[in-house]
């Protein structure tokens, strides 16, 4: 038997521990995506666990809850635009290969 129960923090605890871990991830998590360095800082599968491991560790208030959708919802976007620029070089590269094989 588990010596240590899965016990979550509960009532303001709860609530001040998630606020601060939100409020941080808030602001690292758009930084850390923003690609000012040629990339992510950390990959969005990071940033997945961090969010789900506070969904599992704590009892989220409505609000928080909130929070934690529109983290997601910014890491679905910052995906999606790595896809799109993928797919725009990918396009540009077949373009650039066969206007030199026209050319040869």
Aim: a neutral charge; one cysteine or more; glycine letters at 2%.
């Amino acid at each position: 038997m588990d010596s240590f129960p899965n016990i979550k923090p509960q009532g303001a605890f709860s609530a001040l521990l998630a606020d601060q871990d939100l409020t941080h991830l808030e602001l690292v998590l758009r930084r850390s995506l923003a690609c000012d360095l040629g990339g992510p800082l950390l990959p969005p599968s990071y940033w997945r666990e961090r969010l789900a491991s506070i969904m599992r560790q704590s009892h989220l208030s409505h609000t928080q809850i909130q929070t934690v959708h529109r983290l997601y919802l910014h890491i679905d976007a910052f995906e999606a635009a790595a896809r799109a620029r993928e797919e725009e070089l990918s396009i540009e590269r077949a373009r650039v290969a066969s206007e030199r094989s026209q050319s040869a």
